[in-house]
């Protein structure tokens, strides 16, 4: 069991071939000419096959806006759920999931070469498997069609990548202390049952 979940959890995953980095950057660039195409490839470029954790802040608009002529209606809590759903769904099904997430209970108490940095609705850490795994939800034709929520719903954004240099906490030490605890409880009751059989 705990071998199926380090595969599932990314302990196999190997850096990107040239041949996914231009397919993964081609597929995106299509969905989003605008961007930085030097930057993405550069980023592909020096994957290193490890996990990701994307740093994000948020601020929701008073109401959703219109977007490719669908009307989100009056929640942007609501709306950015809906592509949640959807994200968190997928992530799970591929060794990635968010570390933490939590609502803004005042203004930015420090920042500064920043503008338009007071205010924010929330934030998050949401852990990807690998760059494999986050370029190819970025270019999934569902995910293109839930993020027109995500669009709908958010006034202002920013979100970067990192490398873990410390934790405090790991799902793999919980998984392994969870199995451990499973394994002796089992064991102690195996003792107990032939204990039992011997003195009948």
């Given at each position: 069991?705990?071998?199926?979940?380090?595969?599932?959890?990314?302990?196999?995953?190997?850096?990107?071939?040239?041949?996914?980095?231009?397919?993964?950057?081609?597929?995106?660039?299509?969905?989003?000419?605008?961007?930085?195409?030097?930057?993405?490839?550069?980023?592909?470029?020096?994957?290193?096959?490890?996990?990701?954790?994307?740093?994000?802040?948020?601020?929701?608009?008073?109401?959703?806006?219109?977007?490719?002529?669908?009307?989100?209606?009056?929640?942007?809590?609501?709306?950015?759920?809906?592509?949640?759903?959807?994200?968190f769904g997928y992530l799970l099904r591929r060794g990635s999931y968010p570390l933490w997430?939590?609502?803004?209970?005042?203004?930015?108490?420090?920042?500064?070469?920043?503008?338009?940095?007071?205010?924010?609705?929330?934030?998050?850490?949401?852990?990807?498997?690998?760059?494999?795994?986050?370029?190819?939800?970025?270019?999934?034709?569902?995910?293109?069609?839930?993020?027109?929520?995500?669009?709908?719903?958010?006034?202002?954004?920013?979100?970067?990548?990192?490398?873990?240099?410390?934790?405090?906490?790991?799902?793999?030490?919980?998984?392994?202390?969870?199995?451990?605890?499973?394994?002796?409880?089992?064991?102690?009751?195996?003792?107990?049952?032939?204990?039992?059989?011997?003195?009948?």
């Open positions: 069991m705990f071998v199926l979940f380090q595969i599932w959890h990314g302990a196999i995953a190997s850096s990107l071939t040239e041949e996914e980095i231009e397919r993964l950057a081609t597929r995106y660039l299509e969905i989003h000419p605008d961007e930085d195409e030097i930057g993405l490839r550069r980023f592909l470029e020096e994957d290193d096959g490890n996990p990701v954790v994307m740093v994000n802040a948020i601020q929701l608009r008073d109401r959703p806006v219109a977007v490719n002529g669908r009307d989100f209606g009056d929640s942007s809590a609501a709306s950015l759920n809906e592509y949640s759903r959807f994200v997430t939590g609502n803004a209970v005042f203004d930015s108490l420090e920042r500064w070469g920043i503008e338009d940095a007071d205010e924010w609705s929330s934030a998050g850490l949401v852990r990807y498997r690998s760059r494999r795994v986050m370029l190819e939800m970025a270019t999934d034709p569902e995910f293109v069609r839930f993020r027109d929520a995500k669009v709908a719903a958010i006034q202002k954004t920013f979100s970067y990548p990192t490398s873990t240099a410390l934790a405090t906490s790991s799902l793999t030490l919980t998984v392994s202390l969870m199995l451990l605890v499973l394994a002796l409880l089992a064991q102690l009751l195996i003792v107990r049952h032939s204990a039992a059989q011997r003195s009948a």
